[in-house]
Structures are given as C-alpha cells and as structure tokens.
C-alpha cells in the first residue's frame, strides 16, 4: 500500500492495518476524495484484505472491483449487452507519430457527413491530439451533439463505421471498434455545451501550450503501461491525480489567457 492511500485512509479516520471489509472503506474513501479514490486504491486495498499482491487479484475480482468503482464514480454507468471483446488490447505507449492528425482527418471526413444537423462539433482530443506527446496509436475523437440523448441520431451511424457502443453514461456516450477488429480509434460522444466537451479541449490545449507538463505526462502513462499492460481501466485511472492537478492549473491558464471553447 502506497503512502498517498495509507494516507487517504488516516484522513477518513480509518487504520490503513486494519480498515476492516474493504467496499465500504473504499466508498468512505469516494464520499471524502470523489474520483481520486480510484480503482488502484480499491486494488490495494482489496488485496490487503486476502493478504495477497496486488498483482494476484485474479482477473474475475479485478472485473467486479472495476464495475464496483465505475459505478461509484458514475452511478448511471451501463456496458452495453453483446460489447464485449475476446481478444486482450495489450496498452503499449509509443513516440508521438504525425500521422495520428492526418488519421483523425480521415475518420472525420466519414464522420461528419452521415451524423447530420445533431453534430455541433467534432474534435481531436487525448493524447494523440498533442504534437509531440508519446501515446497509446489510438485516435481519440470527441463528437459533440446538440442532443446526447436521442441516440437514433448518431449510434446507428457511428456503428455502420465497425466502431460500437460500448458503454454509456450521464456525461458521454463510449464507442470502440467493433469485436475484435484492432482498437485504432475510440469516439467519445458528448452533449454540446457541457462540462465533459469543454474540459477535454481545455486539457488539449492546455499540454499543447505547456511542454513541460506533457512530457511529465509522457512519463507518467509510460510507467503506467508498464505497470498495467493488459489492465485498460487500471491504466486510466492510475493518472487520474495528475490529470485532475493538471486540469486544475489549465484553468487558471484559461483564465489568465481568456481561453473559450471557439
């Protein structure tokens, strides 16, 4: 167990040798730090409890442990029936590669002309989207719609592409490519106008104007990946801190330069 959660416990009021059952430790953690009580803490803690590494989680455990938090973060999160893939995307980060632009290019030009009048806004974020910045060769695309809801306006086409619905929320709509075709671009839909949409182009631009903090960045998910290689979630969620920090210093930047989503 790492310092930052043996102090996350103390701070809750619970012994980090002794919390007792660990869901309702961990959701004491969540109601106290929100999204930074992450899955890797429910790991950790999970893994305390059976006396074992956290490496020895079995693979069953660490899928109940994931939809646990998933949920607890997003209380309306659903994995679409049927989604599933059979094959493991192994998470591997690589040196930046200028044709990520050009690739995000292409699955806009098929984009747009068959979302229609609901599509406000179409946009390269994650990593791939900042020159220079080493990342997993998976195109992140950001749809922005006038109406999240009224998926008849955008899941049948997106689909008709070989990327499927793979999971859904409040916030965004989660699409991947389709059984097991090789993950080579992720479509995240969102509602125009909303906080989702807005941060992730502040958090783009922001890593476009501030080298420094994309190559610690860089750093961060290279040692994630080498750490988490076949756990997807783990990966994620093990830059939450960073990401929220960083977050945090791109508003203030946004303020200090009247940043706006143009």
């Not at 997003?74 to 990520?100: A, C, H, K, L, N």
């Not at 695309?141 to 008849?152: H, R, T």
Request: with cysteine.
């Amino acid at each position: 167990m790492d310092e930052q959660l043996i102090s996350k416990l103390r701070s809750v009021g619970l012994d980090p040798d002794a919390f007792g059952d660990a869901a309702p430790a961990w959701r004491r953690l969540h109601d106290r730090y929100g999204t930074r009580a992450t899955l890797l803490d429910r790991y950790a803690m999970e893994a305390v409890v059976r006396g074992i590494a956290v490496e020895d989680l079995p693979a069953d455990v660490r899928a109940e442990l994931t939809l646990e938090v998933t949920r607890a973060h997003w209380s309306d999160f659903q994995i679409v029936r049927g989604s599933d893939r059979s094959v493991v995307d192994r998470i591997e980060v690589i040196d930046y590669d200028p044709t990520w632009s050009i690739q995000f290019e292409a699955w806009r030009d098929r984009l747009v002309p068959v979302l229609g009048a609901n599509l406000v806004r179409i946009e390269h974020v994650g990593s791939t989207s900042v020159p220079g910045l080493a990342a997993k060769p998976i195109v992140d695309i950001q749809l922005s719609m006038a109406n999240v809801q009224d998926e008849s306006t955008y899941v049948p086409a997106i689909e008709a592409l070989g990327v499927a619905l793979r999971s859904r929320d409040s916030d965004h709509r989660y699409f991947r490519p389709a059984g097991d075709l090789k993950r080579v671009v992720q479509i995240h839909v969102c509602q125009a106008g909303s906080p989702w949409e807005r941060t992730h182009v502040l958090f783009r631009d922001y890593l476009r104007s501030h080298p420094e903090a994309a190559q610690s960045y860089a750093d961060l998910k290279r040692a994630s990946a080498g750490r988490y290689p076949e756990d997807r979630i783990a990966y994620n969620e093990s830059k939450t801190d960073f990401i929220l920090d960083q977050i945090e210093r791109a508003e203030e930047w946004a303020a200090q330069t009247s940043w706006t989503l143009s």
